[in-house]
């Protein structure tokens, strides 16, 4: 997604937790100037889509080969610190429930000093490729 690209955040990890075989992805972000607001702080939308991404990618990781994520359902963000352009920023999404057709998710950004900045619950439509 070239937007990941334009607004500063790389994945730079992804798995799958050995206890219940749930995916989950990483990331270093450092927002640009179009992630953020005229005074430098990233805008909440922001936020919004790299938390979504940070799920979308962790619900992948875990799929079979052929499955994938079709839409997100729902999508709930908070932001609780301001982030600002160039700030170094950890991010993670986690799979917390899968069924058949929809995956649970939540994911988290952090600053430097490992306080959390925003977070966000999602819940995702699957496509089984079986199906």
């Known amino acids: ?22 995916g989950w992805a990483t990331a270093v972000w450092e927002p640009t100037a179009m992630a953020c607001n ?51 920023l950890a991010v993670r999404g986690a799979v917390v429930r899968e069924t058949r057709q929809i995956a649970f998710a939540e994911a988290r950004i952090e600053n430097s000093e490992g306080l959390l900045v925003s977070r966000a619950t999602g819940t995702f439509l699957l496509h089984r490729a079986d199906s």
């Open 38 to 88: 005229p005074h430098g702080t990233v805008q909440a939308g922001v936020h919004g889509v790299v938390l979504d991404a940070a799920m979308n990618f962790a619900v992948n990781a875990g799929l079979s080969r052929h499955d994938r994520t079709k839409a997100t359902i729902e999508l709930k963000t908070e932001t609780m610190r301001p982030a600002a352009a160039g700030e170094k």
């Open 1 to 22: 997604m070239p937007i990941l690209g334009a607004i500063g955040i790389s994945f730079d990890d992804y798995g799958i937790e050995d206890v219940d075989h749930a």
